[in-house]
Nanobody, 124 residues
């Protein structure tokens, strides 16, 4: 079993930055990829970014490109999401997730383990 714990959320103003962290623990942690998703009030959960654990290959949703950066520290079993130039529409609960297969990594169903989420609120 793998446990994922997000941290770093909070209330910020438009234009500010935040860095989210997701620490993994449990069985030997060796996913194929780690992803970040978010869910805004009244909306479905959506893909934000992902990174492959070994190679560090990244992929972003269009809404995140140029503003967000996903990275990982394999030694610490931690993945990060650096969010810059935040906008009110970035307000959501942000979840990290671990995928153990290399398929359809923008889909929720490809991820095997999920964190509990961390709230990000961006005021205008």
């Amino acid at each position: 079993q793998v446990q994922l714990v997000e941290s770093g959320g909070g209330l910020v103003q438009a234009g500010d930055s935040l860095r989210l962290s997701c620490a993994a623990s449990g069985r030997t942690f060796s996913p194929y990829a780690m992803g970040w998703f978010r869910q805004a009030p009244g909306k479905e959960r959506e893909f934000v970014a992902r990174i492959t654990w070994t190679a560090g290959a990244t992929d972003y949703a269009d809404s995140a490109k140029g503003r967000f950066t996903i990275s990982r520290d394999n030694a610490k079993n931690t993945v990060y999401l650096q969010m810059n130039s935040l906008k009110p529409e970035d307000t959501a609960v942000y979840y990290c997730a671990a995928a153990y297969r290399a398929t359809w990594l923008q889909r929720e169903s490809s991820y095997n383990y999920w964190g509990q989420g961390t709230q990000v609120t961006v005021s205008s």
